[in-house]
């Protein structure tokens, strides 16, 4: 890879984690206003017409009926399962609490491929989870006293990271005989039909109340959150080993911290900031006892 490239894919990893870490932010503001089915249907049909464009002037609509058939099972576990998790966690708890927990995801695949025997058990890998989940029970436990953080909200993200763990572990056979964008663009095809009715049933009411600031942060869920980042990331992939992917979604709950801090006002207490830090450094040691390689490993954000 040479120098370009590898400023390219290095750029575009970090963009990604940079819309990810204020996407949080975003969604908890837009909630406010628009229905949880609703918005979750606007925004991935946002991301389907935009990708859409592209998968067709590259002509790669045609898939086998059985390579669509697994690729709707996975959108279940995500975009459906997780985001549905994710949002309504974000609803009930603050934006800097999903950003960490959401940030346990590569230890939750790990758990996975070692319960599947894919992985071996390492020292530095057992002593990154427990100090990643030290963190998050730190952040989760001591949390619940500040001002818009509910025990309910958290387990709820804990649901949208064994969603995305589970759909991550099966997902590598699935690269091997579809493109990232294939996969990317019918994702968001398939959570249409689950989205589509449930938003039906929110009615259109909450139109008349959308202001220039909420669309702004619908599209920006829509076209940078979901259509761009996750082609962002799947360029990094194409370019960068998993670990080193990996290793950078410790960057979101930091993005996230500083600005829920800095835009929102949030009071950096102690257990956050100490939560927030033991979770990198679990994860990050989780991410160096790996040894590298250039399986494409999509990390949910």
Request: glycine share 6%.
């Amino acid at each position: 890879m040479n120098v370009k490239t590898g400023f390219r894919a290095y750029a575009a990893l970090l963009s990604a984690m940079l819309v990810w870490g204020f996407s949080f932010l975003a969604t908890k503001d837009v909630i406010a206003v628009v229905p949880i089915f609703s918005l979750l249907f606007v925004r991935f049909l946002l991301a389907a017409l935009l990708l859409g464009v592209v998968v067709w002037r590259r002509r790669a609509f045609r898939l086998p009926k059985r390579e669509l058939w697994i690729l709707a099972g996975l959108s279940a576990l995500s975009p459906v399962g997780y985001f549905l998790f994710e949002t309504y966690g974000v609803a009930l708890t603050q934006p800097s609490h999903v950003a960490v927990l959401i940030a346990t995801i590569p230890i939750a695949v790990y758990l996975i491929a070692f319960a599947r025997r894919q992985e071996r058990m390492r020292w530095q890998k057992t002593v990154g989870i427990l100090i990643a989940y030290l963190g998050a029970i730190l952040m989760i436990g001591f949390g619940q006293s500040e001002e818009g953080a509910t025990l309910v909200g958290d387990l709820l993200v804990v649901g949208a990271v064994v969603c995305a763990a589970a759909r991550t572990s099966l997902i590598k056979d699935a690269l091997t005989r579809v493109t990232p964008l294939q996969l990317t663009f019918y994702q968001f095809v398939f959570s249409l039909v689950v989205f589509g009715p449930l938003a039906a049933t929110d009615g259109l009411s909450w139109v008349s109340n959308l202001t220039p600031l909420t669309v702004l942060e619908i599209l920006f869920l829509g076209i940078l959150c979901s259509a761009a980042a996750f082609l962002a990331m799947h360029y990094a992939l194409s370019h960068l080993a998993a670990t080193q992917v990996a290793v950078s979604a410790n960057l979101v709950p930091v993005v996230t911290l500083l600005a829920e801090a800095t835009i929102l006002g949030s009071m950096l207490t102690l257990p956050k900031v100490g939560g927030t830090l033991l979770v990198i450094v679990g994860v990050i040691l989780t991410q160096i006892a790996t040894r590298p390689d250039r399986t494409s490993v999509p990390i949910e954000g």
